[in-house]
């Protein structure tokens, strides 16, 4: 497996001795538990030991649950770290994030909406490219139906 | 791929489907068992060994199958930063696009 700066899993060490722990003693615990129930035929007693099997199986679940939370938040916090990462990228050229009119947006005449192209409010009106940021020095506002 | 090398890629999610069959026969066999008899004390071991020990396996299973789905996602994020640290390292040229192509490899 491929080591990166980031580990080659996403659980630490002591995960997997809490996961392989958990499990071990439930497997155990459920074992035991059969082991006592089918030596006696005292009915309480065996009630007695059935407890002690869904205790094991509690325990495992739990060990479960958290190797599986441990992961899952070890791979959302890296997620998160490499969207920071792309969006404080130094790219040799600037992303756009204005929209520019050649991006597609048009406006209405007279209108203080922006849309797409295909939007159904603007088809078959005479429209005009528009930047979305300001019209005449009036901000546009998002069309509420495309959503540009 | 052959069958070989898709067991060897693939052998946690093998183990979480053979853990999670062993659950189901265990399940099955504990049934049979209390089903064969009316008495509970006779019933009880059954319970244990057949519904506890096949629900563990059914849920030591479904771990190993959500940890592989995790390792997945943990090896494409390795490829998206590798790839990305190409792209800051090399000038980018003016049509190329940027995020589209990062590959989840």
């Not at chain 1, 998002?142 to 540009?148: D, H, K, L």
């Not at chain 2, 390792?71 to 640290?85: F, M, N, S």
Request: hydrophobic fraction near 50%.
């Amino acid at each position: 497996m491929k080591q990166t700066a980031a580990g080659p899993v996403p659980w630490a060490i002591s995960d997997a001795r809490t996961v392989f722990f958990s499990t071990t003693v439930g497997l155990v615990a459920i074992f035991v538990a059969w082991w006592g129930a089918s030596g006696s035929a005292n009915l309480s007693r065996q009630v007695t030991w059935l407890i002690v099997g869904i205790g094991g199986i509690v325990f495992l679940g739990a060990g479960n649950f958290f190797w599986l939370l441990a992961g899952r938040r070890a791979v959302g916090a890296r997620q998160a770290r490499t969207l920071d990462a792309i969006v404080a990228a130094p790219f040799s050229a600037p992303i756009s994030t204005s929209a520019p009119a050649e991006a597609g947006y048009v406006a209405l005449d007279g209108s203080r909406r922006f849309h797409v192209p295909s939007c159904l409010l603007v088809q078959g009106k005479a429209t005009k490219p528009v930047n979305p940021g300001r019209r005449r020095g009036v901000p546009l506002q998002p069309c509420e139906m495309c959503r540009p | 791929m052959d069958m070989k090398q898709f067991l060897r890629s693939n052998w946690d999610r093998v183990a979480a489907v053979l853990l999670g069959v062993l659950g189901v026969i265990a399940l099955v066999l504990g049934w049979v068992g209390v089903s064969g008899t009316g008495l509970a004390a006779e019933q009880n071991p059954y319970l244990i060994s057949g519904g506890l020990a096949g629900i563990a396996l059914i849920g030591v299973g479904c771990t190993i199958w959500l940890s592989a789905d995790l390792q997945d996602e943990w090896r494409r994020l390795d490829g998206v930063e590798e790839r990305l640290a190409q792209l800051v390292d090399r000038p980018r040229r003016a049509d190329e696009p940027v995020l589209e192509s990062i590959d989840a490899t």
